[in-house]
């Protein structure tokens, strides 16, 4: 799917120019042109990029055949940059990343995904129903992108917390290899969002601060903004991989006492059935005279045997062994 949303430098507003008229827009330079490229296959979409825009070969190989790591290169009269939306799964412990490709120009702003992105979707909605977010121009139109980008990333930490919480509980309650399992899921999770978390907060610093000719100098304290937003999603994220690693500190000691215990207790058992052994070993020898012809020598080895794992029982719990 390929939509446009145009706001010409008169202020008048349109959606979905055909592609033979693109080059009006581009022409115009007090206006603001978005085009987004959405699921289209890459042979239908490079044309246009190529021959429209006039975008280097390869900033089009980027963004069409190649999965990136955020970035942002400048190419002189436009950006190319690179960030990605994530989707959790807290069910399935499955972190989705949904790429999105920017090229942003003094008057345009192309955006490009393989598959629909919520906030990419929520924007054009929002710009539909509100045009002034056209008036401040593309740079501040990427802004709102990125703003809104940076919001669905707190849920995801919140979900990721939770998880934590629920599986630190289930930790000091009653572990298993499912609980290990999920700890290690989590902490790929976590380790996936540092991954894009931290190259983000470099392409949002340089958005920041370097000087850009198409990015107005009155609107970098938004991506100034923005890119604080993300270094406190770096910390909080930070801080998640240490309580993940608290948790599975807490798994192996935990674990490691429970086998102790068991250890402790088939131990104490065989030491209390050993004299019994003993016993039932010595009075089963092959005599020439049962002993057990008279009674009260029975009775006598019972009581033994009865009497001697009693004391060491005794003697166990004031040792305090059990």
Known sequence: MIRTLYRNSKGSFTTDVPTTHWRVPLGDDGGVFWVDFGSEPPEKIEPLLREIFKFHPLAIDDALHESHVPKINNWGDYVYAVFHGVDYKPDTIELELREVDAFLGKNFLVTHHFEPVDFVDRLWSNCNTDQRRLERGPDFLLYD??????????PVIDSIDDT???????????????TLNTLFSVKRVALAMRRVISP????????????????????????????DQFVRLADINESLRDLLSGTLDTYLSVTSNRTNEIMKVLTLLSVVFLPLTVLTGFFGMNFTTIPFDRVWLLVFALLAMLAVPVTMLIIFRRRKWI
């Open 164 to 178: 934590i919480d629920h599986l630190e509980d289930e930790t000091f309650n009653r572990p298993t290899r499912q």
């Open 200 to 227: 983000l907060r470099e392409v949002l610093n340089r958005l920041a601060r370097d000087e850009y000719s198409m990015i107005d100098a009155k609107d970098r304290i938004y991506f100034r903004d923005v890119y």
């Open 145 to 154: 992108l990125l703003d809104m980008l940076a919001a669905t990333y707190m």
